[in-house]
């Protein structure tokens, strides 16, 4: 031992290491001990039916805005004495018939949207598979299509398509349908199948799912060090 380490606090020597109380194998305990989240996202396919849903509950909200302003205008002026029918001709009980009649049609309508549903499984993994399954799709889809320009959407749609299917197929490791059946995990060319049969806002919702699942907020490390309450780490 040199000068510079018999400085150092924390560095002297020590006989080798006995297995008993006290002392562990270092490798075993990582290898042991150590976890990867899943999360889980689903698709539904029926989204003839998702984009009349989304039709109902905006029908829905600009009806309830009319029956609100309605309403509001009828108590400034003191319009109890008068018709249900205002004067642009709409009767405030036809509004709330349609509106009980939207909120039957959409549970039916929603109801066949989550029938047709297909919940992918992600297993999170490290920081090295993350970074490299991006990097090699970005490399090989720039060897294929050239590295284009940021303001080509055109470009820059099919860019994030090709990620989106490396990650799909790197990190998915389970699929079910809505009655719970299990298939095997599809392969690249079963994952293009299903992009190709969803519209931009399922697969942008589908992207973004994703980025986040494989990001693992690390909040629960600080309410770990923080202690449940209390602790030396601020929480939020």
């Known amino acids: 031992m040199n000068d510079t380490e018999e400085n150092v606090p ?4 020590t006989p080798g290491l006995v297995p008993g109380p006290g002392t562990f194998s270092f490798e075993d305990f990582v290898v042991g001990k150590s976890t990867f989240p899943k999360f889980r996202h689903t698709v539904y396919l029926d989204q003839a039916a998702g984009v009349k849903l989304q039709d109902l509950i905006d029908e829905a ?12 205008s009828r108590d400034l002026e003191n319009r109890s004495g008068l ?9 405030i009980s036809d509004l709330n018939d349609r509106l009980k009649a939207i909120e039957v049609e959409m549970i039916d309508v929603e109801k066949s949207i989550a029938d047709t549903g297909l919940t992918l499984v992600f297993q999170v993994s490290t920081i090295d ?24 959407i055109n470009h820059m749609s099919m860019r994030s398509r090709f990620v989106l299917l490396a990650q799909l197929a790197a990190y998915c490791v389970g699929v079910e349908d809505a009655q719970g059946n299990t298939a095997p995990t599809p392969d690249e060319k079963g994952f293009t199948l299903l992009l190709d049969r969803m519209i931009s806002s399922e697969s942008v919702r589908l992207l973004q ?4 699942g494989l990001d693992s907020a690390t909040t629960w490390a600080e309410r770990v060090d923080a202690g449940f309450p209390g602790g030396g780490a601020v929480v939020a």
């Open 61 to 72: 909200e600009n009806i309830q805005l009319k029956i609100k302003r309605y309403e509001s």
């Open 83 to 91: 018709s249900m029918v205002d004067e642009t001709g709409i009767d």
């Open 10 to 13: 924390g560095i002297k020597e």
């Open 209 to 212: 799912a994703i980025n986040k």
């Open 129 to 152: 598979k993350l970074t490299s399954v991006v990097r090699d799709a970005e490399k090989a889809f720039t060897k294929k299509h050239g590295r284009g320009n940021d303001d080509d």
